[in-house]
């Protein structure tokens, strides 16, 4: 059967059948990352991304073009995650644009629709580079116009076949453009997901039915929280404990045991391993459990917090925020103020102590979304924002919530590391302009050099060097460093290429996983080698990365 047109309801069901497939297969696209390291990425932003437009896309009833257009335009650029997150929700805005106005699209409106996609996601990018997702979306959209200009077929599935073929084999040839990607013996990761989106759109098309379920988001459960003083809670002691096992205690006994706790409580969660029995249950007399508890051996690990009290403090503490956000909106704007990405306890203080005022929790292990920024910007109370992304992942995220904001000037300095967003904060001088203070900022954080230790996920070879999975590996601003067994000796290695003769400071920050007395140890070795350098020691508390060091 011939098909010539898609109206939009047939659109709306291949967008979601798209960000569906994308879905299914972001952990292998994640495994396609050239550094391997442990880090959700190109799979997780591309799925994030999509998934918000198509919780907009699922909430219309019989949209229109237009409806249509704006809601996945919309969604996706404010839920927009990592470089390959904001290049897709880039390609969704200029698609929308080429089909908003249209009542049906055929193979002529798809191929101009493509062609706005790849405009409007190349202009977004600085630096475009081939052998990546832009490169699929322009192969695909070539081909698109070359079949429409022909009139070989006026049938989308034809057309839709031939331009998907295309795609892949476009994606096919990415390690030929990129030698990192054949180093490490994959295919580009963000071309991938695109091609995976448009495989998902093309079977709905096709007639496959495909439920799309999107799980509940942070935000929701923020308007939920508004209304807790109406919550009813039934059990009240929320009581823990470990049975350590004395007497018989049969399968028998512990269906008996678990009917009991029914009849006390709820939320009941018991787990035998042998000697002992972990018990968790929501009840209004703890005692009663404990009691039939000692029955079965001696307790321990005992448990108990007061629910409704924990409640009430919770709904004092939302009244009192929100009592200072209101006392904010009297409070005239500052002149400036600064947002910060950062992940760990320790970097998050060093963040606050040089004057930032909203910490933005992401970084490799996790990359805020736009939406996420522009929350930032409108809770700093000033009229002109900093934003420091600290990770090269975040960047175009940042610059797409600077394009999206109209009521304060925001200024997005490009820093790819922390180290780089501690050094533009010392650099920044109050008494300056803001253009001024800008191009002071930029000029301090080229001179800084990073470093940062952490495992490999899996077996690849790059920048010349043979990994194994869980091999410990320095990695710097633009290659892998150091490879080795060994956490203190492969990043004293990695230092020694960071370190020259202009080299005057060394910053270690070192994570969760690294105790100070292993870190004092580092510095001391350290010292005895960079006589002329000053070394200092500061607990960053990050996750996944044994240690972040700066050299300047």
């Not at 295919?187 to 995976?196: I, K, N, T």
């Not at 209101?326 to 970097?347: R, T």
């Not at 002109?384 to 960047?395: A, C, D, Q, R, Y």
Request: hydrophobic share 40%; with cysteine.
């Amino acid at each position: 059967m011939v098909k010539n047109t898609i109206d939009a309801g047939m659109l709306s069901k291949m967008f979601l059948a798209g960000a569906e497939n994308l879905e299914q297969k972001k952990e292998w696209i994640n495994e396609l990352n050239v550094f391997p390291v442990p880090d959700g990425d190109t799979g997780t932003n591309m799925t994030m991304t999509i998934m918000a437009a198509a919780k907009e896309v699922k909430n219309l009833k019989n949209p229109t073009m237009e409806e249509l257009a704006k809601a996945i335009s919309f969604g996706s650029l404010r839920g927009a995650r990592g470089n390959s997150g904001v290049i897709l929700s880039q390609l969704f805005r200029g698609f929308t644009r080429g089909i908003k106005d249209l009542d049906q699209i055929d193979a002529m409106d798809l191929a101009n629709a493509f062609q706005k996609a790849v405009e409007t996601a190349y202009k977004a990018v600085m630096k475009p580079k081939e052998g990546t997702i832009l490169t699929v979306a322009k192969g695909a959209a070539d081909k698109a116009s070359e079949l429409a200009i022909q009139e070989e077929s006026d049938d989308l599935v034809i057309f839709m076949e031939k331009v998907i073929d295309h795609a892949e084999y476009v994606l096919s040839q990415t390690p030929e453009m990129l030698p990192v990607l054949k180093q490490a013996g994959v295919v580009d990761s963000g071309g991938q997901g695109l091609l995976e989106v448009l495989k998902g759109a093309f079977d709905a098309f096709m007639g496959k039915e495909v439920t799309l379920t999107i799980s509940t988001n942070g935000q929701d459960n923020r308007i939920k929280s508004d209304n807790q003083s109406d919550v009813d809670i039934k059990f009240g002691y929320c009581t823990e404990f470990i049975i350590m096992l004395e007497n018989e205690y049969l399968e028998k006994t512990e269906i008996e045991f678990k009917k009991y706790l029914s009849s006390i409580g709820d939320s009941i969660v018991v787990v035998s391993d042998e000697d002992i029995v972990k018990v968790h249950v929501h009840t209004n007399d703890p005692g009663l459990a404990i009691q039939r508890a000692l029955t079965y051996g001696s307790l321990t690990n005992i448990k108990i917090d007061n629910m409704r009290e924990e409640h009430e403090e919770k709904v004092i503490k939302d009244a009192q925020k929100k009592a200072e956000e209101q006392l904010k909106e009297n409070v005239p704007p500052k002149e400036v103020g600064f947002i910060s990405v950062s992940i760990g306890e320790g970097m998050n203080e060093i963040f606050k102590g040089l004057g930032v005022d909203y910490i933005i929790e992401g970084g490799q292990t996790m990359n805020p979304s736009t939406e996420d920024m522009i929350n930032a910007i409108e809770s700093v109370n000033a009229k002109n924002v900093f934003i420091l992304p600290n990770n090269k992942n975040i960047i175009l995220a940042a610059n797409q919530a600077q394009e999206l904001t109209t009521d304060k000037k925001v200024i997005v300095i490009p820093t790819k590391t922390i180290p780089q967003g501690i050094t533009a904060l010392i650099n920044f001088i109050p008494d300056r302009s803001q253009t001024e203070n800008e191009k002071q900022m930029l000029e301090e954080i080229v001179r800084v050099k990073t470093g940062q230790v952490t495992y490999a996920v899996r077996d690849t070879n790059i920048d010349g060097k043979e990994i194994s999975q869980n091999d410990i590996m320095g990695i710097g601003d633009s290659s892998i460093l150091s490879v080795g067994p060994d956490i203190k000796e492969t990043t004293k290695d990695m230092i020694d290429q960071l370190v020259d003769i202009d080299s005057e400071l060394i910053s270690i920050y070192y994570g969760e996983e690294i105790e100070e007395s292993t870190a004092k140890s580092l510095v001391n070795d350290l010292e005895e080698k960079y006589t002329n350098c000053d070394i200092e020691l500061h607990w960053g508390g990050q996750p996944i990365y044994y240690y972040v060091i700066s050299v300047e």
